[in-house]
């Protein structure tokens, strides 16, 4: 089963900023637009951002825009989400995916678009 790793979670101050990487096979990253989910205790998985398969465009969740930049390597098959202006708000384990269909463009937002997720990495934000 293709399996994408996600790094560069961890716990960070209020104001504060990561960077996540996220990696795994060509055949995912080179024709495959990638998103960013995220889900807090209790919550829904909830889509934060995604790129398009050439990195032409992105979208945000309106409660990052602005603070957030995804990103893309496709050349080494990885995918990057910049967090700045971190928030408590912001605290949940973050995924990666790829989407199911190859060369969509513009990216969609649905979760059940994205086959293909990684474990997780957990993103603490303190007050």
């Known amino acids: 089963q293709v399996q994408l790793v996600e790094s560069g979670g961890g716990l960070v101050q209020a104001g504060g900023s990561l960077k996540l990487s996220c990696a795994g096979p060509?055949?995912?990253?080179?024709?495959?637009?990638m998103a960013w989910f995220r889900q807090a205790p209790g919550k829904e998985r909830e889509f934060v951002a995604a790129?398009?398969?050439?990195?032409?465009?992105?979208h945000y969740a309106d409660s990052v825009l602005g603070r957030f930049t995804v990103s893309r390597d496709t050349a080494n098959h990885i995918v990057y989400l910049q967090m700045n202006s971190l928030n408590p708000e912001d605290t949940a384990v973050y995924h990666c995916?790829?989407?199911?269909?190859?060369?969509?463009?513009?990216?969609?937002?649905?979760?059940?678009?994205?086959?293909?997720w990684g474990q997780g990495t957990q993103v603490t934000v303190s007050s």
């Open positions: 790129i398009n398969w050439s990195g032409g465009s992105a």
């Open positions: 060509g055949v995912i990253f080179k024709r495959r637009a």
């Open positions: 995916a790829g989407d199911r269909i190859e060369f969509r463009s513009p990216v969609t937002l649905s979760r059940e678009e994205y086959e293909y």
